[in-house]
């Protein structure tokens, strides 16, 4: 089946370069893009048209790590480093989703948000709660986007309210990949919280899921100072934090998203390299927790796959335009740290790690190639606009500058529009 | 004549310390705060009071350092430093004001934008065109804001379509003053745009206007690493760059606002202390132009007053809201580097900036104490609240990092509520 939309097609295959077709025409065939074309081929003349005049086409947003159950916690708690806001805001807000009615009322909020935001994939660490998981993957299901969701494995140096038991923990994992991988759009992910909430055995277990499954896995590395070297008293045996994921078979090439990796020295780095680990970059939440600034400038040198993320609520953007924006600015302070040794990256780059940057952990998601799903956001930008004409690339530009969620007039997943869900 | 107002009212009379009274009352008298109450005094039962109900009442936005005549520049050139981006975008851009059609057309969106985002009094810098700079005075007036506004003077290392000469620059000056003092609500201010762009003779006539009238100065000051080595390289008898503006009388004590000051020494940083200067912090426009980050944890130490700013349109986000937030993580990212030498600063730290710290500049404004302007805002954040209680401090920070002009539902200044103007 065939559709054609007409617009503005802004979009960028390669990071730091923009392809744009003014006026163009998005082709989609069953839901995958079939091509983009400036003038549209004698073939397609009898077809329907949908036209969305002025407006711009780009790709849906790919948030790479969020955390649902922080939800509630959006734009608060941003007085406390990383390992003390965990213990004062986080485990007591991720503990109230043992209750399914919390856990429906406020993943109705979330889901609407990440709608709302143009989020059309996310990939995203739920609480410990086996039920709770499967409701939002459900929920997120029903609404059309797309996402990995991941039950979160804790059993060492947590609350006694918010912990688990070690076998309890991989038996719950194995029933919620079981029940996940039947729900259309959603994929299960294998998801230790990271190093200190896990021990040993409930690490090599989730290895040995990951492999008998064969699912990707998702963590946090190298995030903050104290964190660093608390993973060290912990594994004197281990060079660096890396090293304890790759002890305990975590790090299945190419399937492993790893958030943050802000203070990953040289060795880590090369790891984060040879595995072709995604790096999950969250300036926002980097910011708010004082983590640090990611060294993005020089992975992209190494041609490390950098996606970009919320990383709620660490982060309190879901809106990923602010995340790129935010992505900027702290890679060129990082360039100044680092004497300018890096090339300077631009607005372009971040919107690529935004959309293909992470889409590629999906798959074909996050461009407007031959063979991509046709997840696609039309904007609305006649408010943000000037009294002078703007080109596509000035256009783009100031909606990850000036715009938000009300710029996002729709939303197609597959080449399907999608409503607002709850 | 005695208004009041009740709702939740929040504001900081000391740095980093919150003032909140729920559902209290703030009672004002000839436009001046009179006083603040959690329980209403029976002196003055019998007046009409205007109930906010929920909403929270907060002292309106101080915007210390704004280009008015880049508007329309607003979220585009963030991928040049300073200098270039000043011959590529700003110069072209301010030379258009020339045009006292395009100056209306484009101050209507600004004045519209700054009413909008809650920003009630302002410290701008015009263009260097005399009848541009008084249309834009009188616009501000006739929209109840508040401002100081300062006629840019340049008269060499400027393009041959944007430059003055000296002469005509200081007369136009004077002019510029004279009419500008009538204008209600508005103030003019000395306004030399920054040593590279300003003759020996034009800084030394500008501060001879400055004493002759008694107004205020501002400026820039070491924005930029390749800023301060070219004031090195035009002013080899002075050591530091604040040197210049007091060889040539432009540091009155009390009475200078000194847009960022990144990379003042220990010696520049001991004159801002000695004359008083009061910093326009702009965290926003220090990421997009690639400065770097302002030491203001040292300052703050140091007792130096902070302002913060939109510096628009080196910074995109007219909403001070969204400027606290990123001084807040610039904070923190400053600190990190400083080897956490300096205490932790949070959002009301900040906040205060955004208020009271830009406000002092103007007098008795940014604060509920008695005497001050009663400039404030209500704030409607029924839409960015969760499923749990949140306390005034909780929903005043979530305004700051949530929340957007959308949130705010009427603005006051002098006690008087102003309509949008345009």
Same mark, same amino acid.
Not at 316 to 319: V, Y
């Given at each position: 089946m065939k559709k054609i939309y007409k617009g503005n097609v802004v979009f960028t295959k390669n990071i730091g370069e923009l392809t744009s077709f003014e006026n163009g025409y998005l082709v989609v065939e069953n839901g995958k893009i079939n091509s983009v074309y400036k003038i549209l081929p004698?073939?397609?003349?009898e077809y329907e048209i949908i036209d969305f005049k002025d407006k711009l086409l780009v790709p849906g947003f790919v948030d790479i790590h969020l955390h649902a159950p922080q939800i509630n916690n $959006?734009? $608060?708690?941003?007085? $406390?480093?990383l390992l003390n806001w965990l213990e004062k805001y986080t485990f007591p807000e991720e503990a109230k989703y043992k209750d399914l009615d919390y856990t429906e009322k406020s993943y109705k909020a979330l889901v609407n948000k990440l709608w709302e935001n143009g989020t059309t994939s996310s990939v995203i660490f739920g609480s410990i709660f086996k039920k709770s998981n499967i409701l939002l993957s459900k929920m997120i299901s029903q609404s059309g986007l797309k996402a990995y969701v991941g039950k979160v494995n804790m059993d060492r140096n947590s609350p006694d309210y918010y912990i688990e038991d070690t076998e309890q923990s991989l038996i719950d994992t194995e029933d919620f990949i079981g029940e996940v991988?039947? &729900?259309? @759009?959603i994929k299960p992910i294998i998801t230790p919280r990271f190093v200190p909430s896990c021990s040993k055995e409930l690490m090599y277990g989730l290895g040995e899921l990951a492999e008998k499954y064969d699912l990707k896995i998702q963590s946090h590395l190298s995030e903050n100072i104290d964190e660093v070297k608390w993973v060290r008293e912990l594994h004197?045996?281990?060079?660096?934090?890396?090293d304890v994921y790759e002890k305990y078979n975590l790090l299945r090439k190419n399937k492993v998203v790893m958030a943050h990796?802000?203070?990953?020295n040289k060795e880590e780095t090369k790891k984060i390299k040879d595995y072709n680990i995604t790096v999950a970059h969250a300036p926002v939440s980097n910011g708010n927790l004082a983590s640090g600034i990611a060294p993005i400038p020089s992975y992209r040198e190494n041609k490390i796959n950098v996606g970009l993320c919320s990383d709620l609520s660490g982060g309190?953007? &879901?809106?990923l335009g602010k995340v790129i924006k935010e992505a900027e600015t702290f890679g060129k302070l990082r360039r100044i740290e680092d004497n300018k040794k890096y090339n300077y990256m631009t607005t372009l780059d971040y919107f690529y790690m935004a959309t293909k940057g992470s889409g590629k952990f999906f798959g @074909?998601?996050?461009?407007?190639?031959?063979?991509?799903?046709a997840d696609f956001l039309v904007i609305d930008d006649s408010n943000i606009q000037d009294v002078n004409e703007r080109n596509l690339e000035e256009r783009l530009k100031r909606f990850i500058y $000036?715009?938000?969620?009300? @710029? &996002?007039s729709e939303r197609y997943i597959n080449g399907e529009k999608i409503e607002k869900p709850f």
């Open positions: 004698k073939e397609y003349e $959006l734009g $608060l708690g941003a007085d $406390l480093e991988s039947k &729900i259309k @759009n004197p045996d281990c060079k660096n934090y890396i990796c802000v203070w990953s309190h953007e &879901i809106f @074909n998601v996050g461009s407007f190639e031959k063979g991509y799903d $000036l715009g938000n969620s009300g @710029n &996002i």
